[in-house]
């Protein structure tokens, strides 16, 4: 079959073709509000929307933590940078070009605390029926001024996040999270459509064409504010064209009896490798 040629487009484009921002998420307040009716709301959209989980101090101390590890010293935690760090020539354009800081909680130990903060993995516990492991550790940074869209996609189409029973994300509001920042959107109830094909396109992602936009669902939350959300939930975040920050923590924790897909099933659920199927 004929490949479909992408045509670029600008963060603008991408924003009104690609996302909704009519239809808001309900959200509960607070873990001590969290409860059974919200347990069977998950499993039937695949998300469910928390705020006020972190309070200030611990936003806050958070922040601080991340700004170490970005200009005092990382301490072995990893940096992704959009731009060769030669051309960075102050603390402001450094951190207008970090996407994400990865694989700091064995560094530091106030980040470290809120991958094990008592309420995430108290309702992290309560989804999967069994105790919580943390697999991947990272935050989002989304510059203000174009900071990068992350495509739709599905969490468990990323080979660290390739298990045989479900993941769950937890995406945590540093800063204020709205819709003119970059804000988490979801299809509700998508990850009942199981493992989906992605292509490398902007990103490794859905196809652009298959995605449901009309079921868009945004996430705005305030700092401290959470999303516990499925691996195979569709989501995506739009670009950044606000002049506000967007960061973000994000943890991903599987039930301790999760085993990795072996690579013929990662190949034969998320990518076209086997069924020849384009985008
Ligand atoms: O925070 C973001 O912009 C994107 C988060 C996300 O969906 C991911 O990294 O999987």
């Known amino acids: 079959m004929a490949k479909i040629e992408q045509v670029s487009q600008s963060p603008e484009e991408i924003s009104a073709k690609l996302y909704r921002f009519e239809r808001i998420a309900d959200k509960v307040d607070g873990f001590t509000n969290w409860n059974q009716e919200h347990l069977a709301s998950y499993r039937i959209d695949g998300f469910v929307a928390v705020e006020h989980v972190l309070n200030e101090e611990e936003v806050e101390l958070s922040i601080e933590a991340l700004n170490d590890l970005i200009f005092k010293d990382d301490k072995g935690a990893q940096i992704q940078f959009t731009k060769p760090v030669s051309e960075l020539k102050n603390d402001e354009e450094k951190e207008l070009a970090i996407r994400k800081v990865h694989n700091f909680v064995q560094v530091d130990e106030q980040l470290r605390s809120?991958?094990?903060?008592?309420?995430?993995?108290?309702?992290?516990?309560?989804?999967?029926?069994?105790?919580?492991?943390?697999?991947?550790n990272m935050a989002l940074l989304k510059p203000p001024h174009g900071g990068g869209e992350k495509p739709w996609h599905q969490d468990m189409a990323y080979g660290n996040l390739a298990f045989e029973k479900p993941v769950v994300g937890v995406w945590i509001a540093l800063d204020e999270a709205a819709l003119d920042n970059g804000c988490m959107h979801v299809i509700p109830g998508s990850q009942a459509?199981?493992?989906?094909?992605?292509?490398?396109?902007?990103?490794?992602?859905?196809?652009?064409?298959?995605?449901?936009?009309?079921?868009?669902?945004?996430?705005?939350?305030?700092?401290?504010?959470?999303?516990?959300?499925?691996?195979?939930?569709?989501?995506?975040?739009?670009?950044?064209?606000?002049?506000?920050?967007?960061?973000?923590?994000?943890?991903?924790?599987?039930?301790?009896?999760?085993?990795?897909?072996?690579?013929?099933?990662?190949?034969?659920?998320?990518?076209?490798?086997?069924?020849?199927?384009?985008?």
Request: with cysteine.
């Open 114 to 136: 809120i991958a094990e903060h008592p309420s995430i993995l108290s309702m992290v516990q309560d989804i999967l029926g069994e105790t919580p492991k943390l697999v991947q």
């Open 193 to 279: 459509d199981g493992a989906t094909p992605h292509y490398a396109i902007r990103d490794w992602q859905l196809c652009d064409a298959h995605v449901q936009v009309e079921r868009d669902v945004a996430v705005p939350l305030l700092p401290g504010g959470i999303i516990l959300f499925h691996g195979l939930l569709k989501h995506g975040t739009p670009y950044n064209l606000s002049t506000k920050k967007r960061r973000a923590l994000q943890f991903h924790y599987v039930g301790e009896s999760a085993i990795k897909l072996t690579p013929k099933e990662y190949k034969r659920f998320f990518t076209n490798e086997m069924s020849g199927a384009e985008c």
